[in-house]
C-alpha cells in the first residue's frame, strides 16, 4: 500500500471532479501499489470489494485509461491470462493534488496577515511570551506528511496467491477422483502444486500428468507412494513426469498391462480417431458410413459424458475410449 498514492488520489482525483465510484477505484488501485505506482489486482477483487458490479469496474477503468490516470498491461501466466498490471499515472495524480498557484498566494497572503495579527497580540498582551520554536511545527512545517514511509513493507498483491490456492485446490481434488484418494486440503497436499503453478506449469498439464501417472503406477501398490501429491509434484520429479506424460499422450493415452503399454492389437488409426471425435463433438448425426468402432466409441463416450468435460480432459478421455474399444474389438475378431 502506498500512502503518498492513496493521498493524492483522495487529493487530486475528487478536486479533478471525478466520479465518486472512479474515486473509489482509484483509491483501491492505490491501497494495492507499490509507491511506484504499479499493481494487479483483478476486476473481480475490486468489484467484490467495493460492491459494484464487474462491468462497472472494466468500464470505470477503461475510462480511467482514456483519460490518463492510469496505463493498462495486459499478463500471461503460462498459456492463459491472468490479472491486467495497472500502472497510475503519478505525475498527473500529484499535479491535481497540489492547489492552484492563485489557492497558493491567497493562502500565503492569508497566513501573512494572520502572522502579523498574531504578532501584534503578542506584543501587547501582558504575560504571554511566543515559544522559541515560532509556531507549532506540525502546523508550520512545508513537508508533506504523506512523505513519511511506512514502517513496514506493503503487503504481498493477494490476488495472484487466491487465484493460484484455488488452481491448486482443482488439481487435488482431480487426484483424488482419478486415483479415488482422499487427500485433505492442508499445506502438506497443496505446497508442491502451488510451487509448480507458480514456475508456470498449468493445471491442465498438471491433470494430464495424474492421468499419465495413474494410468503407469495405479494399479501397483508398490508404487501408491508416487501418486501422492507431495510426491508427485515435486520440482526435481514433475519436469520428468510431465515430459512422459505428453508422449504418454501423442501415443494415444495407451493401458498399461504387465509392466508394459500395450498399445492394443495393431496400431490405432488416429487420423480415424480425431475426426470421429470432431464428429462426436461437433453433434453431427450419425450416418452409415461410420465404422463399428466408432459407434461404439460414442456410445462409450456418450455415457462418460464426454461432451461435458473441459476440452483437453475431453480428449484424454476420448482417446483412452477409443484404445480400450479398439482392443475389445481386436480381441473380439481374434475370438471369432
Known amino acids: 500500500m502506498s500512502v503518498k498514492l492513496s493521498a493524492y488520489v483522495w487529493d ?79 505525475a498527473k495524480l500529484r499535479t491535481a ?11 500565503d497572503t492569508s497566513n501573512s496577515d494572520r502572522s502579523k495579527s498574531d504578532a501584534s497580540k503578542s506584543v501587547t498582551a501582558p504575560g504571554f511570551h511566543p515559544p522559541e520554536s515560532e509556531g507549532d511545527p506540525l502546523v508550520n512545517s512545508k513537508q508533506d506528511p504523506s512523505d513519511n514511509k511506512p514502517f513496514c513493507q506493503p503487503a504481498a498483491q493477494p490476488d495472484a496467491e487466491v487465484e ?18 482422499r487427500y485433505q486440503v492442508s499445506k502438506s497436499s497443496l505446497d508442491n502444486i502451488r510451487a509448480r503453478l507458480r514456475d508456470g506449469f498449468t493445471v491442465e498439464e498438471q491433470q494430464l500428468t495424474v492421468d499419465y501417472m495413474h494410468a503407469k503406477w495405479g494399479g501397483d501398490l508398490d508404487m501408491a507412494e508416487y501418486l501422492r501429491p507431495s510426491t508427485l509434484f515435486q520440482p526435481s520429479k514433475f519436469p520428468g513426469y510431465l515430459e512422459g ?7 494415444g493415452c495407451p493401458a498399461r498391462k504387465n509392466g508394459k503399454w500395450d498399445r492394443g492389437d495393431g496400431a490405432v488409426d488416429t487420423t480415424e480417431r480425431d475426426s470421429a471425435y470432431r464428429r462426436f463433438t461437433s453433434g453431427v448425426a450419425a450416418t452409415k458410413t461410420r465404422s463399428d468402432l466408432e459407434k461404439l466409441v460414442c456410445k462409450e463416450a456418450s455415457k462418460a459424458n464426454v461432451r461435458g468435460m473441459r476440452s483437453d480432459f475431453a480428449v484424454t478421455t476420448w482417446n483412452r475410449i477409443w484404445n480400450e474399444c479398439h482392443q475389445r474389438q481386436g480381441k473380439g475378431d481374434k475370438a471369432a
Do not use: H
Open 164 to 181: 493460484i490456492t484455488d488452481q491448486a485446490k482443482q488439481v487435488l481434488n482431480y487426484l483424488n477422483l482419478k486415483t479415488g484418494s
Open 245 to 251: 506424460a505428453n508422449a504418454w499422450k501423442r501415443a
Open 12 to 90: 487530486g482525483c475528487a478536486a479533478a471532479g471525478l466520479k465518486i465510484s472512479a474515486v473509489a477505484i482509484m483509491a483501491r488501485l492505490a491501497d494495492f501499489s507499490s509507491d511506484e505506482g504499479l499493481c494487479w489486482p483483478s476486476i473481480t477483487t475490486i468489484a467484490r470489494q467495493l460492491g459494484a458490479g464487474e462491468s462497472t469496474v472494466r468500464t470505470t477503468l477503461g475510462k480511467l485509461e482514456a483519460d490518463g490516470w492510469i496505463t493498462s498491461t495486459q499478463r500471461r501466466k503460462g498459456n492463459r491470462n491472468t490479472s491486467n498490471m495497472y500502472q497510475l499515472n503519478i
Open 97 to 107: 493534488a497540489q492547489p492552484s498557484d492563485s489557492d497558493a498566494s491567497k493562502s
